[in-house]
């Protein structure tokens, strides 16, 4: 009776120590998995921490829409329910999105000129407990506004991405649970001819419990995959 006591404590506290740190919404939780062992195993509980607040980075923007729509669609598939979008001053490939499983019924579109508007936008939809993650094109945030976000994201229990393009702000404070570094990497062909399976080298460079890492992986089949390093010439083609 006593250890399993102890055990009732210890799970007890653990919970409050990851809810006082932003890891668990009130109405989200738990944790997706990448489906990457490696990648995975650097992360709190073996996968990404859902209800919070999130940061991608990439200084190619096409590397960092595609990363981030394929994990937007995991997201709502996970969830069953739709995913938000609040674009910035460009359009949605649709097809280059539903590639990734992004399709139209699980994707809402915002657009918002301003950056004071996007913000408003992304705190309100991370309120709500109807979606299943919430994405914003925004650039650099100060402490104050990402922890804006983060709580927002508790309170809904909704996932957050923040995709920003350019250099990644590897010092800066932020409130986000996890920061992110994609680049894009030579494509998984196979040894056949032309352009395959699209790969990008995935750096985590913050993540509360977690341990930062460097991993390739590509998308194949409709799931991330790992890749090998040191990657071997044959059986790859670079990718624009």
Not at 146 to 155: I, K
Not at 194 to 215: D, F, I, K, Q, T
Not at 224 to 230: H, S, T
């Amino acid at each position: 009776m006593a250890e399993t006591a102890k055990a009732t404590l210890l799970a007890e506290l653990r919970s409050r120590i990851r809810r006082m740190e932003g890891l668990s919404g009130e109405a989200g939780g738990g944790v997706l998995p990448f489906g990457v062992a490696g990648l995975d195993a650097g992360l709190p509980d073996g996968g990404l921490p859902l209800g919070c607040l999130h940061e991608v980075a990439a200084e190619d923007a096409g590397a960092g829409t595609a990363f981030a729509a394929a994990l937007l669609a995991r997201l709502a598939a996970a969830r069953g329910a739709p995913a938000l979008w609040v674009v910035r001053g460009r359009d949605l490939h649709a097809a280059g999105l539903a590639a990734y499983g992004l399709t139209p019924e699980r994707l809402i579109a915002v657009r918002a000129e301003r950056e004071t508007d996007a913000l408003w936008a992304l705190e309100e939809a991370l309120r709500c407990n109807r979606l299943a993650a919430v994405l914003g094109e925004v650039g650099r945030l100060d402490l104050t506004a990402s922890r804006r976000l983060q709580l927002a994201a508790e309170a809904g229990g909704v996932t957050g991405l923040l995709l920003q393009t350019g250099e990644p702000s590897r010092g800066a404070a932020s409130a986000a649970v996890t920061r992110w570094c994609v680049a894009p990497a030579p494509s998984l062909t196979d040894g056949e001819p032309g352009v395959g399976a699209p790969c990008w080298r995935l750096e985590l460079l913050r993540c509360r419990g977690g341990r930062p890492g460097s991993w390739l992986v590509g998308w194949r089949d409709g799931a991330l995959v790992g890749v090998e390093a040191p990657v071997e010439a044959e059986g790859f083609a670079a990718v624009a």
